[in-house]
């Protein structure tokens, strides 16, 4: 079967608008892509640190209690509601470097958060670029993903994206070692 046909007898019309279908659905995609991508801000003090998605954002809120759960065989730290907080690698103890796109991608959990069963780290909040506050756990700002659609998964552990790796953190505080809990390059 041939995908490019000379006349109408052929099918031409046919095709051809099927291409432009999948051409455009390419372009589309592509675009979505790269907004996602970008990491930094369009303008001071953007990057609100608002989740994009409320089943998975997850945010632990002010007073929310953190909690453990074994995911693949990995305890990790979870919010309320049973999804995975993850740490970015180029964070430090004091600032987030992920704001704009990235925060909708993985949302900031934000205002404190209590310690529930399990969590024997140390909690804290730092104050992010645009003055919210952001729950830290020994030391590392928390995060959601907003692929994970339900509570018990880790996709984003291991992800590199954003300028840096993405770990799901341990019940001991510890960054999990990329693909315990089996996270997938989505190519974001």
Not at 43 to 54: K, N, Q, Y
Not at 128 to 143: F, I, V
Request: charged residues 5%.
């Amino acid at each position: 079967m041939s995908y490019f046909t000379a006349g109408p007898e052929n099918g031409a019309k046919k095709t051809s608008t099927r291409i432009k279908v999948v051409a455009t659905a390419g372009v589309a995609a592509v675009a979505m892509g790269a907004a996602a991508c970008s990491s930094s801000p369009s303008s001071p003090g953007a990057g609100s640190g608002t989740p994009s998605s409320a089943s998975a954002s997850g945010a632990a809120g002010s007073g929310a209690a953190l909690k453990t759960a074994t995911i693949n065989g990995v305890s990790v730290v979870t919010n309320a509601q049973g999804f995975t907080l993850y740490s970015f690698a180029p964070d430090t103890a004091t600032a987030s470097k992920c704001a704009g796109a990235c925060a909708q991608i993985w949302p900031p959990v934000t205002g404190s958060a209590a310690a529930g069963q399990g969590v024997t780290g140390t909690l804290g909040t730092i104050t992010r670029s645009d003055g919210s506050k952001q729950a830290t756990y020994n030391g590392h700002p928390l995060y959601t993903y907003t692929a994970d659609t339900a509570p018990g998964q880790a996709r984003g552990n291991g992800i590199n994206v954003n300028g840096g790796v993405w770990h799901e953190v341990t019940a001991s505080g510890q960054a999990a070692p990329a693909g315990t809990s089996g996270g997938v390059s989505y190519g974001y």
